[in-house]
């Protein structure tokens, strides 16, 4: 047999590894959570606001927004035919964008939009209505007839059925193309004077019925040129001249009273032309000295009309200021 103390030994140090052992076991058995480095999540660009949606033709709709972030690195275009999709992706936009077109619809139809930059939320949902190319909405018999140098007058057939109004728009020169709209009539008229404008100059014009927010096709394109003016420019007031030294005088007259429609003034010397000017001032050189003028002015237009002659205006030039040649007295 062994010893009894030894034995005792070894059974007490092998129940000191077993307790370790388990107690790595146990150890190695508790998940361990790994330490989580501090992370600033990723900003998100703002959503673009207020988008807006505009026909302007049969098959074009523009969409212009506020970009309210400078984060934005892109934006697309999504676009349905209901306000609550589904949605198709039709383009992408650079992210400086604040406006874009989208072609190739179908006339008369209604369109909803939507925007995204990044990864934002949706911007608002915005429609729009292609215009109409019916022709039964298309005013008939449109003509221009020039009155007078200032005014052209338009008529039409008013005839189109259930509308809000007209629109007219008009161009200026001979075959232009860049129509302006001018003026928005009632449903109910069929005529409309266009004044103020500018003598011997071609204008064209063309008009299309609205409804709501939804145009119609446009009506032919009419021309008619404004004929020359017949009504000279008013009469020059307040004329005054004033000696400035032997041999000049300046004349002026009141800028605040010049007529719109003068060109320029001719000026006269005891009713003799003697030039002209585009302002209200004149410089008469080369005058006699100690010698009296008088000054009348005339206005002009670009029609080649002139106005009566204004009141004179009179000035005497200043005496020689040069000294008369005398004899030097002789010496002593």
């Not at 800028?255 to 429609?261: K, Q």
């Not at 009566?308 to 007295?329: G, W």
Request: one cysteine or more; hydrophobic letters at 35%.
């Amino acid at each position: 047999m062994g010893d009894p103390h030894r034995v005792a030994t070894d059974s007490r140090f092998l129940t000191r590894v077993r307790y370790t052992i388990a107690l790595l076991v146990l150890v190695l058995a508790v998940p361990v959570s790994p330490q989580t480095p501090n992370r600033v999540p990723p900003r998100r660009a703002i959503t673009p606001v207020a988008l807006t949606a505009l026909a302007v033709s049969t098959n074009q709709i523009d969409l212009s927004w506020t970009n309210n972030s400078n984060k934005v690195t892109g934006l697309y275009v999504e676009r349905s035919a209901s306000s609550t999709g589904p949605w198709k992706r039709v383009m992408n936009v650079a992210a400086n964008a604040s406006s874009c077109a989208n072609a190739g619809l179908a006339a008369a139809t209604t369109y909803y939009f939507r925007l995204m930059a990044n990864d934002s939320p949706y911007s608002n949902v915005a429609s729009a209505t292609t215009l109409s190319g019916a022709t039964d909405r298309t005013p008939d018999h449109l003509s221009a007839t020039a009155t007078s140098a200032n005014e052209i007058d338009l008529s039409w057939n008013a005839n189109v059925g259930d509308i809000t109004g007209f629109k007219i728009e008009r161009c200026e020169g001979r075959a232009c193309s860049n129509f302006t709209e001018i003026a928005s009539v009632a449903a109910n008229a069929n005529a409309y004077q266009n004044t103020d404008l500018t003598p011997l100059t071609s204008y064209s014009y063309r008009i299309r019925a609205y409804k709501d927010t939804s145009h119609y096709a446009y009506s032919k394109t009419v021309s008619a040129s404004t004929s020359r003016s017949t009504v000279p420019p008013s009469v020059p007031k307040g004329v005054v001249a004033s000696a400035v030294s032997s041999s000049q005088i300046n004349l002026s007259w009141n800028s605040e009273a010049v007529d719109s429609r003068a060109a320029g003034y001719n000026v006269y010397q005891y009713g003799e032309r003697i030039g002209s000017t585009a302002g209200t001032s004149y410089t008469a050189k080369r005058l006699a000295p100690n010698t009296q003028y008088c000054f009348s002015v005339v206005a002009f237009d670009n029609a080649g009309n002139s106005s009566f002659q204004s009141e004179l205006a009179c000035a005497t030039t200043k005496p020689d200021s040069q000294p008369e040649n005398k004899p030097t007295p002789e010496l002593r």
